[in-house]
């Protein structure tokens, strides 16, 4: 399973658009990369999938570069409901082998008004 | 659509007692997963079970925890003779197929006194 490193924590102000970077240099060929994000007391949310490239859903974008040893969490304008922590997660999807998720310590953003 | 559903919310026990969490997939999801995540730190994969095998129990203790999934009924996660080292969150996620996201419950938060 890929290690991943990511900020212990970020702040930032409403309407702001707030980048998370994610660094798993050891990303094997066969992982994906997912973000969650949880609120205290709460189970973890999923917010975006991807393999490479760009994605972007609703709530966020995903940013992957070619070599896919980070990736960039997005998100747009945030409000004060975005604070939560972030994590990233690089899994290993084996057709009947399941889905491990590894969670580090995430992200903790702090966004104020 | 519900969501994972687990209960209890809030479980407390006494040393050396028996803890039973209890958690209800996603309709139509087959795919069950148990982590458990003390304070401040992110969640830690216990076990993978699909209906009535277990697939993949690489992290949980050898000793005092078991967990099911039966054809009926919910997904069990039983800790026999609790000691305080077992007071964390305990989530449950499921998933449609082994490879597809993984939908998060609101978690069981086990207090041992």
Redesign the interface.
């Known amino acids: 399973l890929a290690k991943t490193t990511q900020p212990i924590s970020m702040d930032s102000y409403e309407g702001q658009e707030v980048n998370i970077t994610c660094s798993h240099n050891n990303i094997a060929t066969n992982d994906y990369i997912?973000w969650?994000q949880q609120f205290p007391?709460?189970?973890?949310?999923?917010i975006i999938?991807g393999y490479k490239t760009k994605v972007t859903n609703e709530v966020a974008s995903l940013f992957i570069p070619a070599d896919r040893k980070s990736s960039t969490l997005s998100l747009p304008r945030v409000s004060l409901s975005d604070t939560a922590v972030y994590?990233c997660l690089v899994g290993d999807?084996?057709?009947?082998?399941?889905?491990?998720?590894?969670?580090?310590?995430?992200t903790q953003l702090k966004v104020e008004l | 659509n519900a969501g994972?559903m687990q209960n209890p919310r809030h479980l407390v026990r006494r040393r050396g007692q028996e803890a039973r969490l209890r958690c209800s997939p996603m309709k139509g999801h087959s795919?069950v997963?148990w982590?458990r995540q003390l304070p401040?730190?992110?969640?830690?994969?216990m076990v993978?079970l699909q209906k009535e095998n277990i697939?993949?129990e690489?992290?949980m203790p050898k000793e005092r925890f078991s967990a099911e999934f039966p054809k009926e009924g919910p997904s069990i996660l039983r800790i026999q003779q609790v000691v305080r080292g077992d007071s964390a969150?305990y989530?449950c996620?499921s998933?449609l197929t082994?490879?597809d996201?993984?939908?998060?419950?609101?978690?069981t938060?086990l207090t041992v006194l």
């Open positions: 997912t969650y007391s709460q189970g973890p949310r999923f999938q994590y999807i084996l057709t009947g082998g399941g889905n491990k998720l590894t969670f580090g310590t995430g | 994972v795919h997963y982590y401040e730190e992110g969640l830690k994969f993978y697939i993949d690489s992290g969150a989530f996620a998933s082994a490879t996201t993984q939908y998060f419950g609101p978690g938060r």
